[in-house]
């Protein structure tokens, strides 16, 4: 196995700093400074549920490492789970919390087919944060709509209004198609950006790859010439040994005559 | 000493294959979908255009709707209105006939009772229900707008209310779509169930016939100003149906024009890249079957 192979499958996953030791061992940390090896001994990444946020933390020796993890898979996921979704889904948590209370507010303003007063048409959300994933309808009666403004049941000047929130500036000033339509653009973004990113970054690693193969890389060629070289030093080799004990030979003869 | 070669290329090769296989892959999606944005990373801000292009066509869609159930109810009213026309008609020559001095008091009774019947029919229409709701009752479309009731003068009540209903047909252009039943059938101008009741009473009471007949005919041009807001109404749903019809059309066309594919070049494209692609395998087959230095060696 090459010596070099682990320290790169392990700066896939993380980012890593090597330090040498001594002549004949590296220590391994991640640029934020936390031991990965050292020595003969690994320190493993522990994950632990984080109370705040119910979202995995990750521990390296006891200490919460998640946010200085800048490199690798792991930095990927942390930054999509912590800051790319969220940012998605606090934008949709706007869009439904609008929607909801603006169609609330104008539904409550008319009457329904009953003659009362109108009522939520949405249950109500709570805040802003979590409105899209609770985002409910409160009615189950379609008579229950609001659509008349005075209460007379031809009446449908509360229901044109409701249609016509669709226009209005009720999602962080911005009609809801709008502010739709820029989420849908941020996610088409992000993901333009990231895949153009990721190709720019793989064309430098198959660069960085070609140069360090073009230092170390095992050429056939290469060993073959070194084998017949190497095959022709020691035959020559033998041959001097050979030669020299002939020699050897020829004096012991000479003495023993 | 020459640069060193890295005597690897396996990576470089797939890197290569991949490449051409990923925009093999694209131009197959294109053609396949008709369309050069398959996901919003294709086009971030071609697909916020789409979006908002969807949401103007569906209002399209939604107003062309409108319109085509309100062109079905008021063809409904205006095809009732219509029938009463035949009835007041009927009603005016059978005034002209009670007021000839000839006729015997049973005949004068006889034509009372089929004024009677046109009351009734009157009636009837003006109680039209289109689709569950009375159409002539303003917005109170849930109560039966007329009622006989002989102590009134005009021989009936009136339940409905005197609103008039709107309906957005285009962005920013309502209409009305009804005219109230009082103003129809109770008008003050000529009150078509009022002089029908006068010229009742006066033919069996044999008083004032004359009187009531002109005080019909008037009723009669007035009810037909009235009714001729039907027409109208649906020539003008008619005229901005044509306009939405064309709308749409310029709204697809916008669409096509954001996402649809090119498609000779994207089969430009394909062809090229298949060709590229088969030309890589050869090579590359050759390329990774090169014998060694060790191949010379016995």
């Known amino acids: ?257 | 000493m020459t640069l060193r070669v890295n005597p690897n290329i396996v990576p470089d090769l797939l890197s290569g294959i991949n490449g051409l296989k990923q925009q093999l892959n694209t131009a197959d999606l294109e053609l396949a979908s008709g369309r050069s944005i398959n996901s919003p990373s294709d086009n971030p801000s071609g697909i916020a255009a789409l979006v908002l292009n969807h949401a103007a066509q569906s209002s399209t869609d939604t107003f062309q709707r409108n319109i085509g159930n309100l062109q079905s109810t008021l063809q409904i009213a205006d095809s009732a209105l219509n029938s009463a026309v035949g009835v007041i008609n009927q009603a005016i020559s059978l005034g002209v006939e009670a007021g000839n001095s000839s006729l015997s008091s049973g005949d004068r009774q006889a034509i009372a009772q089929q004024l009677l019947g046109i009351q009734q029919q009157l009636l009837s229409i003006a109680n039209t229900k289109s689709g569950g709701t009375y159409l002539f009752a303003g917005t109170l479309v849930e109560t039966q707008p007329f009622t006989l009731n002989a102590a009134s003068a005009s021989g009936v009540t009136y339940n409905g209310n005197a609103a008039v209903t709107q309906v957005e047909i285009e962005n920013g252009q309502s209409v009305n779509i009804n005219v109230p039943g009082d103003r129809l059938f109770l008008n003050p101008a000529g009150s078509l169930l009022g002089s029908i009741q006068q010229l009742i009473t006066a033919v069996q009471t044999n008083t004032g016939i004359p009187a009531a007949s002109d005080a019909l005919g008037q009723a009669s041009s007035q009810f037909d100003t009235q009714r001729s807001f039907y027409g109208a109404t649906l020539n003008q749903l008619q005229s901005t149906g044509t306009f939405l019809s064309s709308q749409k059309l310029q709204l697809a066309s916008q669409e096509s024009n954001i996402d649809a594919a090119d498609i000779s070049q994207v089969v430009t494209t394909f062809s090229q890249a298949q060709i590229a692609y088969t030309a890589l395998l050869q090579a590359e087959g050759k390329v990774l079957s090169l014998p060694t230095l060790l191949n010379f060696l016995q």
């Open chain 1, 1 to 257: 196995m090459c010596g070099t192979c682990h320290t790169t499958q392990l700066s896939q996953l993380v980012d890593v700093q090597t330090i040498p030791a001594d002549g004949t061992s590296l220590t391994l940390t991640t640029t934020g400074g936390s031991l990965l090896v050292a020595g003969n001994k690994s320190f493993n990444l522990t994950t632990q549920p984080n109370p705040a946020t119910s979202v995995q933390d990750v521990f390296a020796q006891g200490q919460d490492i998640t946010s200085s993890i800048r490199g690798g898979n792991l930095a990927g996921e942390i930054q999509l789970r912590d800051r790319e979704i969220p940012s998605i889904a606090s934008s949709l948590d706007t869009l439904a919390s609008g929607v909801a209370n603006a169609v609330n507010t104008q539904n409550t303003a008319g009457f329904d087919l009953n003659g009362n007063q109108g009522a939520n048409i949405f249950v109500p959300p709570a805040g802003v944060p979590g409105a899209a994933l609770n985002l409910a309808v409160a009615i189950s009666d379609p008579n229950l709509v609001a659509a008349s403004a005075d209460g007379t049941a031809g009446n449908n000047a509360n229901a044109t209004a409701l249609a016509n929130l669709q226009d209005q500036n009720i999602v962080s000033g911005r009609s809801p198609i709008g502010y739709y339509s820029g989420i849908v653009f941020q996610v088409g973004n992000g993901a333009s950006n990231a895949s153009a990113a990721l190709s720019s970054e793989q064309l430098l690693i198959q660069q960085l790859q070609n140069q360090q193969n073009a230092v170390s890389g095992v050429s056939l060629d290469e060993e073959a010439a070194n084998l017949v070289q190497f095959q022709n030093a020691y035959s020559a080799a033998s041959r001097v040994a050979a030669i020299i004990a002939s020699l050897f030979q020829t004096t012991i003869n000479m003495i023993g005559g």
